[in-house]
């Protein structure tokens, strides 16, 4: 397990690529547009023509894109993955998509002699880069347990959860939980404004005491500043909300405040906010309170 | 400034009074059963037989009791803490109650010349003992500075948010967010129960993730085992949280996931969770979701 | 019972004192501005030049006033009914209040050995000029049959709750299905607009349908031209709903639906249409969702 | 278009067949279980051994089955309609189903050459008897035209909102206000319930007021003796509430009531209720405020 075929250069995937590389393993690229590759080619990377090549290449393919629609790019197809995939293979998915995308792609590798795991991550840019990241993963235990190398290089640490999409279900899970606590924070700064409060004071409040979280500490600037530069925009978390939602719905889970806070973002979204930080919901619900 | 009448033996009041001893100041105590004086008589505090007698012998009169009409006991009446003012004493009260009844208090004391703040505290029955509490203040700001020395000693830092009831409301605020992520938490652990994920694991990945909080490490235990020992009722968050709302209500604050929030409390309270701990709050939607 | 005192000759009370004297009783009357009687003066009602005359004239007065703390400046103080007022005689009150408020001035005027009603009334102008209103009365049995020959030329039924402060809280009752009527109607509105259905046709379907209402009779207009003209303003309406959740918070009733609803008529106003009707809470739900 | 196929013979199903025989049309009858046909053939009907041979006979095909995968089975396969259809000749689906399932019905039939209607009803049993349905239609005018003539007897009215699975919208839309109305005549109920107020009453004060509806007129016995026999069960409410929220989240609707509505729905069948009928929502509420 030597080779590894790196699908998908966005801003997660270089980072990631790069400290498997720096790891000393044997790393080929491919990315729709080349360019993205230039400066981990220049690191030691090769560059694949197609990720059948990387296929046949590598033992073990990585993909890191936008969604479900991409990854299907990726595997299917003439040039696709599963078009140059041997028994005994490995595919490792780490775009976030839903349970049902990751199960459905496990059993086209399957049905291909190869294995797959789910295994979106939790963190973004910096704990990429650092390595720090949490994969969340899902599939046989064997496979998960013959990838462990390549996660302790990605990460300071991984779970599996079990069967395929138990990683992806465990990544809508936390960002279930990612939104509902910005929501919160959110609504009780507000609460806090309203009464005459100062934002700061009431952040340091919170910082010191039992609801402070690495989250809070991420946004802290952006709620004081009310800029929010998209590290995960909006957009994206009303999305996974979204999902969620639609899980819950599916397995009869009632999460009547979840059920709110998706409306919430989505007017958020609604009201031109989708493209700022997630953490923008404070402004729409600032701007709900007549406060801008 | 050496002498401190304190008032309300219960188990926050105790430790507390301790902290005091042991940093060297005369405490003189009273408390509506004698029994609970018993221990800290025996370390060096002194017996008052009313809160008049208090007020007529300390500097600073300290009042930690259930809510605003314990307050209202102790202060007034022909043997309360007002009968026993004068000029240039402080009464500080660490209860919890509302922005308006601290007010209130704040004006009576006043009227017999001496200095009020409000300054509850965030942080339960181990913080009190350690010394660890924050202290959430409202009044005078030089009042505030008289009384720094005494809440160097009973917790790790003060904060002095402005004039009169504007501790109350930050103590409101933060058990808002309090509730809020205790319910997030919960609606997220449901939802990966019903895709059949593990509980354990799905705490870990909480654990090692952004939304990490010393509230979920301090209840952790509880949701894994079901067992919801009072650290903090369930009656009490609902009663804070309705404090909330109304405080919302009344300066146009809209807070849709918080509205929706307190209607869970209030069923979980109804269906007979009121005197466990408020993250009983999670037994309460397993039972919803015929979890159970 | 000839002689009737009536208070407050707002666009309500007006058409009901005209009623009245139309149906042959002497009516006496008093308002805060004098002008707005001259219309009943020409029709042959009588000026007092206080609620205290008229409590001394009169052998009922009725009161239909902005709220609670205008029934309290009329009732009390050296010129007000209270200080009129002699054993038998009744005071009732049909302005909307909080049954608290009801059952306080219902205790002044026993007092004072007067009879009191609270009977609220469900309806508008409209029904106000026509002599339909519904009267909802809380108070004493025979208090409220020895008034109900007024409730009879005044509305087109009359029902007794029982004692005081019932009246007030099924009006509060009532007043939360309006609200939360006209909240569903409106979503449900918003996701035929979204759809891209016809909004005309859409209120066809619902007028010939299990759903249709009165109310969406009276506010089929204001939907289809996004005209709101205040028949019954937002402001008002969002007090109401803030009323009725308070009282659920004191009976520990769980609203999960009217708690949000709540929120979404307080961000209705806060972003300013408070001063229009409560149907422009689709006009709210319409910006939300991007579509203004 | 004299002959009528007809393929479905529930509750709903053989009333409606009914009134196409007493109109004067020839009816042939397709079920899956025979003995159902027995009473309509006694009447007159004619039964065809598949739906396939319906197709050959008749103008016109109407589907009324228990949801999508019933029509997909009618449709399609080697004995399914569109296996006998010839171009010119109409299917009228009546069931409710998704708007994607109708659009996907509509572009099988047209690929035969065949004309689609999708045509949801709104009412039960009775207006299905009496041939006083509301009939919700999409597809082309032209199709829509050619059978009015049949919906003229099976119901009071019917409207045509456009293209195909603008029948089905139109449906999903006004369900959710049915089930909203319903969320807020329970939560009304029981903020009453809860204040001291007399259930009866109540539902009288709501009978003869704005917020009056049908429904509230067929559901008050229920609410009265706690008895809730499935005239619609709460389980399909929840389904098609499902769908409701769910073409929300497609189209970027924010509905934050309906939301928690759905919640409510869900966890009311979640603790038992799904199989009475809808407005057993109150019978959740009440045990939900502690008084079952």
Redesign the interface.
Known sequence: MNRIGWIGLGSMGRPMAANLLKAGYEVYVYNRTREKADELLAQGARWAVSPKELAEICDVVITMVSGASAVDRMLNGETGVLAGLSAGKMVIDMSTIS?DDSRRFAKQVADRGGQFLDAPV??SIKPATDGTL?I?AGGKKDTYESCRPLFDVLG??S?H??ESG?GT??K???N???G??M???S????????????RE??L???S????????LQ?KKQNLLNEQFPAAFALNLMLKDL?L??????R??????????????F??A????KGELDFSAVFLH?M?????Q
Chains 1, 2, 3, 4 share one sequence.
């Open positions: 349970p939790s963190g949490l969340l300071k640490n779970i959860f079990g138990m279900s465990a809508l899970v936390i279930l939980l990612l509902m606590t929501e919160a924070i609504e009780s700064l507000l609460l806090a404004e309203k009464t005459g409060l100062q004071q009431i340091q409040m919170f010191e005491s039992g609801v402070n979280t690495p989250l991420m979204g969620a939602l639609e899980t819950a719905d397995t009869s889970a009632p999460l009547p405040a979840a059920a709110v806070v998706h409306t919430v989505n007017a979204k609604e009201t031109g619900l701007e709900m309170a007549g406060n």
